[in-house]
C-alpha cells in the first residue's frame, strides 16, 4: 500500500491496489500484487480515498485509469485507458473508485511479466502502483503447482529480525509479555525457473474477527531447481505488551487468493511448548519462567500440514484433571454423599465398590477368581445431570482401590476421536486411549460415533479402535461414554461387541425441584452470595415452570448455575444504581433479593413477542417485494405469513410454537432467493419475532473447518453472528456433499449436528433458510433425521419467464442511466428467449441477466471511448444501441453446437 503525500483540495489518498476482478464477494476486494494468467480475465484496480467535503456538499471530478506493460521500470506499451466523471456525494466519507481491464476468458489477455497502473484525477496524475503475472497454473486447496507446504509454526519476537537458530517456537504465550507474533512459513520449491512469491498473513481471534495482516512478497530463485526449502516470515503485534488480550488465535497463510495452510495459538498464563504432539501439555517439572523468548533454543518442533493435505493428528481438545490426590474410601465416598441428588447413581457406585471389594478378598484367599472387575461404563441423562462430576470422583476412587494406577479424567468429544481421512481416525483414538491410560477416558456425546445409515463415516474406526482397547488391551484404563439416554441406546446397540464391553450403567435422572432450590443455595454459596426467603420462593417458583416444561436440553443445574450467576449480575447493578457507594454495607453486597431473580427460560422469549409491531419497516419489506418481478406464489407465502403471524398475536397464542422461523428456498440461481432472505429478515423484524433481522450470508465452506474438532466451532461462530437475524446458507447441500478427501463429507455431517442442536437451543432468537436446487436440497434434508423437522416452511423459487427476465435486464439499464433502442431490445429479447427455452437447473435467470447487461454496458462504455469528445452527447451516452449487444447471438451459439449454461459470449 503506497500514501500520495499530495492531497487535492478535496481529496487525500489512502491507497491504490489492484486485484482480480472476479474474486469481488459483497463489494470485497482481495487487494494483491501477483496473479497467476491462467486465473485472470479482468485486472482490477481500486482508488481508494477520504472525501474532504464529507457531510458539507456534492462534487464532481474525473479519474483515469492508465495500465502500461514494463520492461523494468521502463514503461513499453499503454494497454489502456478509461476516464470516467464520478460525482462524490456529501453522505461519503471513503471512497472506492475501480476500473477493470482483460478479457472474458481467464487466461486470454494477461501474459506472465510485469505491468502498472497510474491513476490520474482531473487528469493530474496522483498514484501508481505494479503488479505481477506468473504463469505456472491455478492455485486451488487441492492443487498448488508453485509448492508444497512443509511446515507451518509460531514464535515471539521483539519486532526486530530474529536468526533460525535462536527461535523459540511455542503454541502458547504468556499475556502480558508477548509483544509479536511472528509466523515462519516453510515450503519446497516446485518451479525450475524463478518466480514472485506473494504470502498473505492474516491473524483472526477466537470469534473469527481479522485482527492483523502481515504480507511478504519476494523473488524465488532456485539454485538447484525444484525441491529446495525456503522459509518466509510474516508477523503481527506492537512493542506494547497490552495488545493481546486471553484468547485463542490462528493464523492463515494465503497464496493467489487461496488458504495454504492454519495454524492455532493462544495467549495465556503459561509458555507452551509446540511439541511434535499437537495434543500435548508441558511436563509438570517445566518452568516457563527460565526461558527466555528471544534468546533460547526451542525446546521441539512440529510440523503443522497446510489445510489441503493429510494432517498428523488434528488437535483434540483435551482436558486434563489436576493431579489425584490420595485419598481413602471413605473421605472420597463422603465428598460422593454431599453431592446433591443422585440417590440411584450413589446406590449403584457403593454396590459396585463392595462387589469390587469383594472380589479383591476372593483373590486375596488363594479363591481363583474367572470373573474380572470391569471398570468400562455408559453414562445416560441430559445435561447438567452431574454426569462429569461423578466421572471425577470415580477416577480417584478406583486408583485409591488400586484399579487404575493414576486416576486421572481425559475428557473428550466424540469429534475428538475421528479425523476426516480414511485410518486416521484409528490412529486418533489410540492416541487418546494411551494418553489416558491409567484413568478415564471420558467420551462424551459419544453416539456421534453412529450415524445410522451414513456412509463413508469414520466412526466404525474409532468404535473399532475402543473394542480393542476394551478386549484386548493392556488394562489400566477406564473408557466411559455418555449421552442422551436415548441415543445412547442407539450407539450401543449398533455394534455386538459395544454391548458385551459395557456392563455398568449408570442413567442420571433430571434433578426434581426440590434438589434445584438445594444446588441453588450451593451456588449462591459458591459466589459468596446469600439468598432472601423470598428470592428463594421466586427460584423454586422459576424452577418448578422450568422443570415442567422441560425437554431433553434442559440445563439442570448448569440450568440453577447460571440463574445465580445472573442474579448476582443483578444484584451488582441495582447496588450501584440505588446506593451511594458509601452506604453500601457488606449485607447488602451479599444478599440476593426477589427483584434480583431472572427467569431465563421465559424472558427473553417474552420479552421479545412483546415488541409492537413495526408497521413502517413491514410496509417497506413489502413495498421491495412487491416491486421485485415474478415470484407470485412467494409474495403470496410471505403475505400468508405475515397474516398469521398478525392473528396468533391478537389471540396471545406463541407464535414460535406456531412455526420456527426456519425455511427452505428450492430454486434455480438467480431466482431471488437471497434477495428474499433479506426482505424476511426486515419482516420477522418488523413483526417483533427478531430483535435485529440482519441477515448473516453464508455457504457450506463457512460452517466446515479443516481440522478435527473445529467444526462445530465454526458452526457455532458463525450462528452467533446471527443471532437476532437471519443466517442464510446458499447451496447448502454442499456442506454434506464435500470432498472425502479433504474430510469435506465428514466434517459437513458434524455441522449440520451442530447446525441442529443451536436451531433447538436457540429457539426462536434465530431464522435458519438453506437454499440450493431443488434434488440437491431435497437429499441434503434427508442426512440427518432431525433436519426436515427443524424446517416447517418450504418456498419454492420457479424460473422467471422469458418476459420477466426481459424485465428485469431492462430494469439493470435503467439503473445504470442506460435507455435500450427498439433495435437493441429487439435482439436482446431474441437471445433471452433461446437461453429460456434452451435452460436447464443451471440456468442463472436474474444472475445471467446481470452478465449480460454488464457486458453490455462495458461495449457502450468502450463505444463512447472510442469517439471523439464532441460526439459524446449526452443522448449518445444514455443509449445502448444494437452494436453494443450484437454479440449475444443465438445463432452463433447453435453454429458452434454449444450447450449454453447462462449465456455465452463471443468475440
Not at 486416576?407 to 468429544?413: F, M
Not at 414460535?656 to 424476511?680: D, E, Q, W, Y
Not at 467444526?711 to 452467533?720: F, G, N, Q, R, W
Request: net charge neutral; proline share 2%; charged share 30%.
Amino acid at each position: 500500500m503506497w500514501f500520495n503525500k499530495k492531497n487535492g483540495k478535496h481529496y487525500k489518498i489512502i491507497s491504490l491496489n489492484t486485484y482480480a476482478w472476479d474474486r469481488t464477494i459483497n463489494n470485497t476486494r482481495r487487494y494483491r500484487k501477483v496473479f497467476d494468467k491462467n486465473e485472470i480475465n479482468y485486472l482490477g484496480v481500486a482508488l481508494e480515498f477520504y472525501n474532504k467535503l464529507f457531510d458539507e456538499k456534492d462534487w464532481k471530478t474525473t479519474i483515469t485509469f492508465k495500465a502500461f506493460s514494463l520492461d523494468g521500470d521502463k514503461k513499453t506499451n499503454e494497454l489502456c485507458v478509461n476516464t470516467k466523471e464520478y460525482t462524490i456525494t456529501k453522505d461519503i466519507n471513503t471512497v472506492i473508485c475501480d476500473y477493470g481491464w482483460g478479457a472474458d476468458k481467464h487466461g486470454g489477455y494477461w501474459k506472465k511479466g510485469d505491468y502498472l497502473w497510474e491513476v490520474y484525477i482531473d487528469d493530474e496524475y496522483i498514484e501508481s502502483t505494479k503488479f505481477h503475472i506468473e504463469d505456472v497454473g491455478i492455485v486451488t486447496p487441492t492443487n498448488n503447482p508453485y509448492f508444497k507446504v512443509v511446515a507451518l509454526k509460531t514464535y515471539e519476537t521483539n519486532g526486530e529480525e530474529q536468526n533460525l537458530q535462536d527461535r523459540l517456537y511455542f503454541k502458547q504465550f504468556v499475556y502480558k509479555h508477548t509483544r509479536y507474533i511472528m509466523t515462519e512459513f516453510e515450503f519446497i520449491n516446485n518451479i525450475e525457473k524463478e518466480w514472485l512469491c506473494e504470502l498473505i498473513f492474516n491473524y483472526y481471534d477466537d470469534s473469527g474477527l481479522l485482527i492483523g495482516v502481515s504480507g511478504n512478497i519476494g523473488y524465488v530463485t532456485p539454485k538447484n531447481g525444484v525441491g529446495e526449502s525456503y522459509i518466509i516470515i510474516g508477523g503481527w503485534g506492537s512493542k506494547d505488551t497490552s495488545i493481546w488480550l486471553k484468547d485463542n488465535y490462528r493464523v492463515e497463510v494465503v497464496f493467489m487468493d487461496t488458504v495454504v495452510s492454519v495454524i492455532p495459538f493462544s495467549i495465556g498464563d503459561d509458555l507452551l511448548v509446540r511439541v511434535a504432539d499437537y495434543g500435548a501439555i508441558l511436563e509438570e517439572d517445566f518452568d516457563p519462567q527460565e526461558l527466555n523468548v528471544v534468546d533460547e533454543k526451542s525446546v521441539d518442533e512440529t510440523t503443522i500440514e497446510p489445510v489441503v493435505e493429510e494432517p498428523e493428528i488434528s488437535p483434540p481438545v483435551l482436558n486434563y484433571t489436576q493431579p489425584i490426590e490420595n485419598k481413602s474410601i471413605d473421605e472420597l465416598l463422603g465428598e460422593l454423599d454431599k453431592l446433591i441428588g443422585l440417590t440411584n447413581i450413589k446406590q449403584k457406585i457403593r454396590e459396585y465398590i463392595d462387589y469390587a471389594t469383594y472380589i479383591k478378598i476372593r483373590k486375596q484367599k488363594g479363591i481363583e477368581e474367572n470373573g474380572e472387575i470391569k471398570l468400562h461404563s455408559v453414562f445416560t441423562g441430559n445435561p447438567g445431570t452431574g454426569k462429569t462430576t461423578v466421572v471425577k470422583l470415580l477416577g480417584q476412587i478406583y486408583h485409591s482401590m488400586g484399579l487404575l494406577s493414576k486416576g486421572h479424567v481425559l475428557s473428550v468429544e466424540s469429534n475428538d476421536l475421528i479425523s476426516g481421512y480414511v485410518r486416521q481416525t484409528g490412529v486418533n483414538t489410540k492416541k487418546l486411549i494411551e494418553k489416558a491410560r491409567g484413568g478415564i477416558l471420558f467420551i462424551d456425546e459419544a453416539y456421534m460415533l453412529f450415524k445410522e445409515g451414513a456412509t463413508n463415516d469414520f466412526g466404525p474406526e474409532a468404535i473399532a479402535a475402543l473394542i480393542t482397547e476394551m478386549s484386548d488391551g493392556p488394562g489400566d484404563i477406564a473408557i466411559m461414554v455418555a449421552g442422551y439416554p436415548k441415543e445412547m441406546g442407539s450407539f450401543i446397540n449398533s455394534n455386538p461387541g459395544l454391548k458385551s464391553r459395557f456392563t455398568n450403567y449408570y442413567h442420571f435422572n433430571d434433578f426434581t425441584p426440590t434438589e434445584l432450590v438445594d444446588i441453588a443455595k450451593y451456588a449462591s454459596n459458591k459466589k459468596t452470595v446469600k439468598l432472601s426467603k423470598k428470592a428463594l420462593l421466586r427460584i423454586k417458583k422459576v424452577v418448578t415452570t422450568a422443570y415442567r416444561k422441560r425437554d431433553k436440553t434442559f440445563g439442570n443445574a448448569r440450568y440453577v448455575h447460571a440463574i445465580i450467576d445472573e442474579a448476582k449480575m443483578n444484584l451488582g447493578i441495582r447496588l450501584v444504581r440505588e446506593h451511594n457507594q458509601k452506604n453500601i454495607t457488606k449485607e447488602l453486597l451479599t444478599n440476593i433479593q426477589e427483584q434480583d431473580i431472572e427467569d431465563l427460560v421465559e424472558n427473553n422469549l417474552t420479552e421479545r413477542l412483546k415488541l409492537d409491531v413495526d408497521t413502517t419497516l413491514l410496509e417497506e419489506a413489502l413495498t421491495e417485494l412487491n416491486g421485485l418481478i415474478g415470484l407470485a406464489e412467494i409474495k403470496q407465502e410471505v403475505q400468508e405469513l405475515i397474516r398469521l403471524t398478525k392473528y396468533y398475536r391478537d389471540i396471545d397464542r406463541d407464535v414460535l410454537k406456531a412455526f420456527s422461523m426456519h425455511n427452505v428456498f428450492l430454486g434455480n440461481p438467480g431466482t431471488g432467493k437471497t434477495t428474499v432472505a433479506r426482505i424476511i429478515g426486515k419482516v420477522y423484524k418488523a413483526l417483533g419475532l427478531l430483535e435485529r433481522g440482519h441477515v448473516v450470508e453464508a455457504d457450506g465452506s463457512n460452517l466446515i473447518a479443516g481440522y478435527v474438532g473445529q467444526t462445530s466451532i465454526k458452526t457455532k461462530e458463525l450462528i452467533k453472528s446471527a443471532m437476532g437475524g437471519v443466517l442464510f446458507i446458499d447451496e447448502a447441500y454442499a456442506i454434506t456433499e464435500g470432498s472425502s478427501t479433504n474430510g469435506g463429507n465428514d466434517f459437513g455431517k458434524k455441522a449440520i449436528a451442530a447446525l441442529i442442536k443451536e436451531m433447538e437451543d436457540h429457539r426462536g432468537k434465530f431464522s435458519v433458510i438453506v437454499a440450493g436446487y431443488t434434488d440437491n436440497m431435497k437429499h441434503f434434508l434427508e442426512t440427518n433425521p432431525g433436519m426436515k423437522s427443524r424446517f416447517d416452511k418450504t418456498f419454492h423459487f420457479i424460473d422467471f419467464t422469458e418476459s420477466e427476465l426481459w424485465e428485469i435486464s431492462k430494469n439493470m439499464f435503467f439503473k445504470k442511466g442506460l435507455k435500450v433502442e427498439k433495435k437493441a431490445e429487439q435482439h436482446l429479447k431474441t437471445y433471452i428467449d433461446y437461453l429460456y427455452k434452451q435452460r436447464n437447473k443451471f440456468f442463472g435467470n436474474a444472475r445471467s441477466m446481470r452478465k449480460i447487461v454488464e457486458k453490455a454496458t462495458r461495449n457502450q462504455e468502450l463505444r463512447m471511448a472510442s469517439l471523439p469528445k464532441s460526439k459524446r452527447t449526452k443522448a449518445n451516452i444514455n443509449t445502448l444501441n444494437l452494436e453494443d449487444v450484437l454479440e449475444f447471438d443465438s445463432t452463433k451459439i447453435v453454429a458452434t453446437k454449444t450447450k449454453s449454461i447462462g449465456y455465452k459470449v463471443f468475440n
